[in-house]
């Protein structure tokens, strides 16, 4: 199953993205896909220790010293046998630059190192915060693993209670989006598939509490109806699994699925590390008022705490905020 045709690699200093590199070659390999690299002249080096004076002496668009054609072609020359792979060396606004590379020349995939966690909380507009928000194609933050004999994929799934049909239905859309986009990666890679939905009944505390003090029997009753709700609909979506995993794969093992109370937040960074996850597929989610700008803040609370790779993906019908002008 060939899901990507036009991948994106973006460099960050130092070793830690040879990992990501070879996954972006070996995807590109797998799918026939075009490569492009880029990197950057004059961009913020990520982890950059900050003066006492803070962002008044050095601010976010602070630059150092960055990429050059020879440092782009030593890190690309040990693939040049595999792919044929185009470089770019470009200068601005990190996140500004890739996304107008994915408008210009229709990427349908972006790949590279995750900032470090104590950048992303220092600057909460850093690259990754806007590429999630922001950028149109999915988005894969690979973070370098242990070597394993397997590949475990979590596909976190959601859908909006007490919204609008419509919105409904985007988020139901959204989850199919993540099942395909994880279920394709897990036929090629031959990699374990694990599906959660994470459900919650909506004003269960106040419903035993004094204001309402609703019997026990009652809030029970509650629970199982909302629970069966989000049952019925998981088992609808995973109906379509098989037919993306490919009638008759017998080499792609049988999907495992996950119906977990609690916040969607809490139970994917258990399940995350209780299953070892090397990737967590998940989706991001428009802000209702707010055309063209992808909130997801699920999304960005588990790329700030999770050990595992992220990859992101935006609802259909979204349309950046960001345009060619900028």
Request: hydrophobic letters at 40%.
């Amino acid at each position: 199953m060939k899901q990507f045709k036009n991948i994106l690699f973006v460099v960050e200093s130092g070793e830690a993205c040879k990992p990501a590199l070879e996954r972006a070659v070996t995807l590109a390999e797998e799918n026939q896909a075009a490569l492009t690299v880029i990197d950057f002249v004059g961009r913020v080096a990520a982890g950059i220790n900050m003066p006492r004076g803070g962002l008044t002496s050095v601010g976010p668009q602070a630059t150092m010293p960055g990429g050059s054609e020879q440092n782009l072609d030593t890190i690309i020359r040990p693939y040049r046998g595999r792919i044929n792979i185009q470089t770019k060396l470009l200068k601005g606004k990190p996140y500004l630059e890739i996304i107008h590379e994915v408008l210009r020349n229709g990427h349908d995939l972006v790949i590279k190192s995750p900032e470090p966690k104590h950048w992303q909380n220092y600057f909460f507009g850093s690259t990754d915060i806007h590429l999630l928000r922001k950028c149109p194609c999915p988005v894969w933050l690979d973070k370098p693993s242990p070597s394993k004999s397997s590949f475990r994929i979590l596909a976190a799934v959601d859908v909006i209670d007490m919204c609008s049909t419509k919105e409904h239905k985007l988020r139901n859309d959204l989850s199919l989006k993540v099942l395909e986009m994880a279920s394709a990666l897990a036929s090629c890679k031959l990699a374990e598939l694990h599906i959660m939905h994470a459900w919650e009944l909506k004003g269960e505390s106040l419903m035993r509490g004094a204001l309402i003090n609703m019997s026990e029997e009652k809030v029970l009753a509650e629970v199982e109806q909302v629970k069966q709700e989000h049952t019925t609909w998981l088992d609808e979506l995973l109906r379509e699994v098989p037919k993306m995993l490919g009638q008759g794969n017998v080499a792609c093992p049988e999907p495992q699925t996950y119906l977990v109370k609690g916040s969607a937040l809490k139970e994917v960074l258990a399940l995350a590390k209780q299953i070892k996850a090397d990737l967590v597929v998940m989706g991001t989610v428009c802000h209702t008022g707010l055309p063209g700008f992808c909130i997801g803040n699920t999304a960005e609370m588990v790329l700030k705490q999770i050990d595992c790779s992220v990859l992101t993906i935006k609802p259909t019908g979204f349309v950046t905020s960001v345009t060619l002008e900028e």
